[in-house]
């Protein structure tokens, strides 16, 4: 017999975090929010990203758009990891090139000129905008907090802006390693704070972006990222949030993305996620890992992406999601297929779930 459970979005994005059964293999899309969408688009050309970012209103708006378009297993806040750097101090300018730090952090001085900032005062917009969120979709819908990990935040604040090379972030692991542990102590600190303030403004889970993991060695993470990560996860212990650990092109680093603390690792289209179950075991949830740029392709294809990456974790403790962030080339009819395939998915002993309206997932003729 089908299962009757009817686990709300909520729930069911909780029990996956924690490797319990679920109803339906929950989804959301990192960088969902963004350029594929004409209704964010329209925004956007009314306004600035940091305008966006910084006007609650905006910010919600823009952040609920997948959640109607798409049906979305959860709302993540728009915003930007900069802005913890702004906050402790340094000038952030978003042009349309891409984000740029004034006066990048290159001496023991301009470590110390870095402040610690309370965030529910110079960064209040975020948890305004969290709380909007959950007036909009209610106490059934999990809405994602989220910020930079210390090594990506580091790197930005180390090279002004990134287009893919951090020389200058190595050299000073190389040269000043001191240095570095110092700023990276300073953010994690400043980071578990913002975290924490967006948790206490109605944010289910957090997740933190360690897009250039990936850049280390080994060694280097453990030595370097790894400390600082464990640092920030640890603040938040006592709330009982679950913490969503995203790093792009670290296969090479699993022994250490085991001991983070994260309850989710979230890994790159690189790691094969039965092999990553295997070697993280049961107790720690996975999320991904389709290559976004299968989106650029047909609905078949990405509904076939997506069965086959739930087929390896067989939907227990899988939260699906791309690798990276979604393509802004990406087609909203693929982004669709993308989530409805994950929330069709047959589970064993659980009913299939239809579709209905804007998006909106339905078991048993109740909205969910």
Known sequence: MPSTHTYNRKQNFLRACRGEAVDHVPAWIMRQAGRYLPEYQAVREKHSFLEICKTPELAAEVSLQPFRRLGVDAVIVFSDILIVAEAMGMALEVPESGPVLRKP??????????????????????????????????????????????????CYMIEGKTRGEIATSKRMLYARPELLRALLEKIADATALYLQAQIEAGAAVVQL?????????RDEYFSFALPVTQRVIHA??????????????????????????????????????????????????????????????????????????????????????????????TPVENAAAFVRAAQEFKLPGVATRARSGAGRAVESGAEN
């Open 209 to 217: 972006f360690d897009t250039w993991a990936g850049e280390l060695t």
């Open 236 to 329: 938040l212990h006592d709330s009982g949030t679950p913490v969503i650990l995203y790093t792009k092109g670290t296969a090479h680093c699993i022994a250490s993305l085991a001991v983070t603390g994260a309850q989710v690792l979230s890994v790159d289209w690189r790691i094969e996620l039965d092999e990553a179950r295997r070697k993280f075991g049961p107790h720690i949830g996975l999320q991904g890992n389709v290559d976004p740029r299968v989106l650029l392709t047909s609905p078949e294809i990405v509904a076939d992406a997506v069965r086959a990456t739930i087929a390896k974790t067989g939907g227990i403790g899988h939260i699906v999601n791309l690798g990276h962030g979604i393509l802004p080339k």
């Open 105 to 154: 952090i290159r001496d023991v001085t301009a470590v110390k000129r870095l402040r610690a900032f309370d965030p529910h005062v110079a960064t209040q917009f975020v948890g305004d905008a969290i709380r909007e969120i959950c007036r909009a979709v209610g106490p059934d819908v999990p809405v994602i907090g989220f910020a930079g990990a210390p090594w990506t935040l580091a």
